[in-house]
């Protein structure tokens, strides 16, 4: 593609390649490129006919986004409490399995990602280490969980920007969450 024909970010302008979903410098792009591009909900992945203010599927306004939280966690019950925690604060939330983390934290590109560490089908120390070596999900902040004793001396070395023990202090996670949302708002 020359540089005449380049494909460009509706929000900061930023050249686009490929068939990204979600531009690569600011994510908020809600389209893909070329001919037979196919618009998706950024908070769902709905399949949209056009770049929609208010997703049908879900509800997620894109003129209005509120932060989007990727919960990574193997325990449905613990999946569902949260989300109805973040709604309650104005959040969207989405989830995925550790092995799928990655791959959802890149095309959906979530504001912060809070993560399991002992998850059934991968590490999350080991999904914290492809998340911060991928281009594409290394400045998303994330926050280990976990109800084993030894959470802060395994988030210690690891690049995690917080760390929170279960059973969840609600009070805690609540403003942990505020904390490294509001310092993304900054950047």
Not at 1 to 28: I, R, V
Not at 81 to 93: K, N, P, Q, T
């Amino acid at each position: 593609m020359s540089a005449e024909t380049q494909e460009l970010c509706d929000n900061c302008n930023s050249p686009l390649a490929g068939t990204e979903f979600f531009c690569p410098t600011c994510g908020k792009q809600l389209r893909a490129l070329g001919r037979d591009a196919q618009y998706a909900c950024r908070l769902c992945g709905a399949a949209l006919r056009t770049i929609a203010v208010v997703c049908p599927a879900c509800g997620y306004d894109s003129n209005d986004p509120a932060a989007v939280i990727l919960i990574v966690e193997d325990n449905l019950e613990i999946v569902e409490m949260l989300e109805g925690i973040f709604r309650d604060e104005g959040y969207h939330s989405i989830y995925a399995s550790g092995s799928d983390a990655v791959v959802v934290a890149t095309m959906r590109r979530p504001d912060l990602i809070l993560l399991d560490l002992m998850m059934p089908d991968v590490s999350g120390l080991e999904v914290l280490e492809r998340l911060k070596a991928s281009e594409q999900t290394k400045e998303i902040p994330v926050v280990l969980t976990s109800a084993t004793l030894r959470l802060h001396m395994l988030a210690r070395g690891a690049a995690a920007e917080g760390q929170i023990e279960k059973p969840f202090d609600l009070q805690h996670l609540r403003m942990e969450i505020a904390r490294l949302l509001s310092r993304q708002t900054v950047r």
